[in-house]
């Protein structure tokens, strides 16, 4: 893909307006992609914080997530070398929960096509229920927790992860297996991706 062709897309995607009447701030699509990435971050949709910045992942879920990876901000926000593509570009709003889900129209209309742009990707980081329904489909246990306790059956292409959120101290406490065994793994493999 040539690399005009990848930012006519992205200049298409930074401009949709595809769901202006269902988001409370308005439309700011927050993403990251080159034709050379190697890495993909496949996360939910940005929170406020990252709305009013532009940058994804620039918050404390962000700042865990490169902990999880081994890797600093400046490595994280190497354009050539992770993609950052959550399910819904935009601030979906909050819930009774939380921020609400990711909308659906993003993945229908861009996915596929940014997804095509980046064909030397080698590894998928899928974070969330939303990412893992699109990514792992059918091959997801019947939830979250399981389909992360069987993480080497979707190794080394894709892994699946809790989202960073502080809102999953709890989650990290009880599953400490996870900091134990899948970080490692994790860190050794982003390495020499990166090195590569």
Not at 109 to 136: C, E, F, N, S
Not at 145 to 154: D, G, Q, S
Request: net charge positive; with cysteine.
């Amino acid at each position: 893909m040539h690399s005009s062709n990848y930012k006519i897309l992205a200049k298409e995607v930074k401009e949709c307006t595809l769901c202006t009447s269902h988001l409370p701030l308005g439309p700011r699509p927050v993403f990251q992609i080159h034709p050379k990435d190697k890495i993909l971050i496949a996360g939910q949709a940005p929170g406020s914080k990252v709305h009013a910045t532009g940058i994804p992942f620039d918050d404390p879920s962000g700042d865990r997530l490169r902990d999880w990876m081994g890797i600093d901000k400046t490595t994280f926000y190497n354009l050539e070398q992770i993609a950052i593509l959550p399910m819904g570009f935009c601030y979906p709003g909050t819930g009774k929960s939380g921020d609400l889900p990711p909308r659906k129209e993003c993945a229908e209309k861009w996915r596929g096509q940014m997804l095509a742009l980046m064909p030397d990707i080698q590894l998928t980081l899928v974070i969330g229920q939303y990412a893992l329904d699109w990514h792992l489909k059918d091959q997801k246990k019947k939830n979250l927790t399981e389909t992360v306790r069987a993480w080497r059956e979707y190794w080394p292409e894709h892994l699946p992860l809790p989202h960073p959120s502080p809102r999953n101290n709890i989650w990290l406490k009880k599953n400490s297996w996870f900091e134990k065994e899948v970080l490692p793994e994790l860190r050794n493999v982003v390495a020499k991706i990166l090195q590569a």
